[in-house]
């Protein structure tokens, strides 16, 4: 939900019949986001598999992706949905397709009218279908949690991962139910699975939130690889293939597939821009990102090549079970939903790893604008808390940038609970710096690490006060010392800024548009010297020109 919607050029398939494309246009805040710096994107975005040519690939032994497929001959051709293609609501069901959309809060009404094992096009680019992959690819257990899905579609999820994985590499699918409530996710799923030897259903007997569920289920499974998907997914052709593959090729290594879009509304299948990166925007909000079509021409990308990511979008990827393990699997103080895939993108890169877009791997997703269950507590807190967790021990100093864009969540340190098996975990793993992994996996974060420096000048006096740096905590700081209000009058002094403590904060907005209007700083109103001096304070005023300062620069 929220932040998380995936939102960008969506390109329906055409379908066998050759059915038009229609295109669909939505964007994110990411995207809105003016882009900072330089476009160094292709650092992060080279590095192709190597391919397995002639004499090794002999020795080793390879095949072509083995297209386990219904598409060429789907059960019922005709009916809706098939292909991939939308289906409309017919006016008479109008009623009942808008009272059941709450269930899932997408269509849940078509869903229950397309086959469980529709055919979707196959999306991947033309030269998947020349790919090699290792004969001996390691065998995967695929974990799906789900809390009150709705049956039909995690009927699709699951027969769109068995009729589409080579079943000599799908050790087991373990659905995890993280306490439904609804009674079909009880016996009538046990019963409909137990037709699927490998399928095994875990349910769990308290609600332990997508996380703590993952886990259960990561710890009873016996394949050497564990791919994670979501319950309203449609696996495409070939898909597993390739990511174990790469998981094969490096053990530190997290492998995603592209993820394509199930519609919300008419449960159409719809493949995505190739050349997208997973990435965050502060505070943290997950998004996507094109590489600019100068890298890609520079570096002479093609759409089969992999996609280093800075950060994943959490649900669907595969990571070498053992690694897994050996990387603390998630933290486990994180609750229900929410963070997660920053926390392990982090753990993952700064301890050694990649993260990785296979291109010739491809799964549909229904996005959706809400999450259709509920939080045990507060969704909104949850999340939050678990962001400002995953800051407080992989940010280092970079954390600063994090509460600035989330100042709110300065007041709430104290709820974060106990951080200090996570810190020992990096100490112990010895995990690279944040600075590290901006410098060499995500080059074009804005990441200043303060908000303005420079000499800070009154607009009303121009009078020139010292250097200062005003951080993302609001300080007013200069070296080692803060600007702090003093005495009785409420005139300023300076003192060890000490740690981070806000009641040394200064209000200083609409800084970077329009640096002449900025306010906050204290109101002068006999102004006489240099900050910090006889700069008595007063109640703020939008007009008071006294109180208007202008940094030399803003970042
Ligand atoms: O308490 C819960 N218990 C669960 O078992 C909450 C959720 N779940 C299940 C749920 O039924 C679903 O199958 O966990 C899965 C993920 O929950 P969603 O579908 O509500 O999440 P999402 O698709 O909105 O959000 C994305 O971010 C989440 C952050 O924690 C997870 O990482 C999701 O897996 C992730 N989904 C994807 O990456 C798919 C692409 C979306 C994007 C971007
Ligand atoms: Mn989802």
Avoid at 130 to 136: A, G, L, R, S, T
Avoid at 348 to 360: A, K, T
Wanted: hydrophobic content about 40%.
């Amino acid at each position: 939900g929220g932040n998380l919607t995936r939102s960008q050029e969506l390109h329906q398939v055409p379908g066998n019949n050759g059915t038009s494309a229609t295109h669909t246009t939505t964007s994110t805040a990411a995207q809105r986001t003016p882009g900072h710096g330089t476009s160094r994107a292709a650092v992060v975005a080279a590095g192709t598999a190597p391919e397995l040519g002639g004499q090794e690939a002999a020795a080793i032994g390879t095949h072509r992706v083995l297209a386990m497929d219904v598409t060429l001959a789907p059960r019922d051709p005709q009916a809706p949905g098939q292909f991939g293609h939308p289906v409309a609501v017919p006016d008479d069901k109008q009623e009942e397709a808008k009272s059941r959309w709450k269930e899932g809060n997408f269509n849940v009404f078509l869903s229950d009218l397309i086959p469980v094992d529709r055919a979707i096009a196959d999306t991947r680019p033309a030269g998947c279908l020349e790919q090699q992959v290792h004969n001996d690819l390691p065998t995967t257990t695929i974990i799906m949690c789900f809390v009150d899905e709705v049956w039909s579609t995690l009927l699709r999820s699951v027969h769109s991962v068995l009729s589409r994985s080579p079943p000599h590499l799908l050790q087991e699918l373990i659905l995890v139910d993280d306490f439904s409530t609804k009674d079909y996710l009880k016996e009538k799923l046990d019963a409909y699975m137990s037709q699927f030897p490998k399928v095994k259903v875990l349910h769990l007997r308290e609600r332990h939130g997508l996380i703590r569920a993952r886990l259960a289920g990561a710890q009873v499974a016996r394949g050497t690889v564990l791919t994670f998907l979501d319950s309203h997914v449609e696996c495409n052709v070939g898909w597993l293939e390739p990511l174990l593959e790469r998981v094969r090729l490096r053990r530190a290594r997290v492998a995603c597939p592209v993820i394509e879009v199930i519609s919300d509304k008419d449960m159409s299948y719809m493949t995505v821009d190739n050349f997208q990166r997973g990435i965050f925007t502060w505070p943290m909000n997950f998004g996507w990102k094109q590489i600019p079509q100068e890298v890609i021409e520079k570096n002479k990308l093609k759409e089969t090549d992999i996609i280093r990511c800075p950060v994943m979008a959490g649900g669907l990827f595969s990571i070498e079970k053992k690694y897994f393990f050996e990387l603390g699997t998630y933290d486990s103080g994180l609750d229900v939903w929410g963070g997660e895939n920053m926390e392990l993108s982090f753990k993952v890169w700064m301890c050694g790893g990649e993260i990785e877009i296979v291109p010739c791997s491809r799964v549909g997703h229904i996005f959706r604008n809400d999450n259709p269950y509920s939080f045990p507590k507060d969704r909104v807190r949850t999340v939050e808390r678990n962001l400002a967790r995953v800051a407080e021990v992989w940010l280092d100093d970079y954390k600063e940038l994090f509460y600035g864009h989330a100042y709110h969540l300065l007041q709430r340190r104290a709820e974060l609970g106990d951080l200090s098996q996570q810190k020992e975990l990096r100490e112990r793993l010895q995990c690279r710096s944040f600075r590290w992994y901006l410098e060499n996996v995500y080059p074009d974060l804005a990441a200043p690490l303060v908000k303005a420096s420079g000499l800070l000048v009154n607009v009303a006096t121009l009078h020139g006060a010292q250097h200062f740096n005003y951080t993302w905590l609001r300080l007013l700081r200069h070296g080692e010392l803060c600007v702090v209000p003093m005495g009785a009058a409420g005139a300023l002094g300076l003192r060890p800024c000490g740690g981070w403590e806000s009641d040394l904060a200064w209000r200083h907005s609409s800084m970077a548009a329009r640096p002449e209007l900025v306010s906050g700083i204290p109101t002068p109103h006999s102004p006489q010297s240099s900050l910090p001096g006889h700069w008595p304070l007063g109640a703020c005023s939008a007009t008071n020109r006294y109180q208007q300062w202008r940094f030399g620069s803003y970042h």
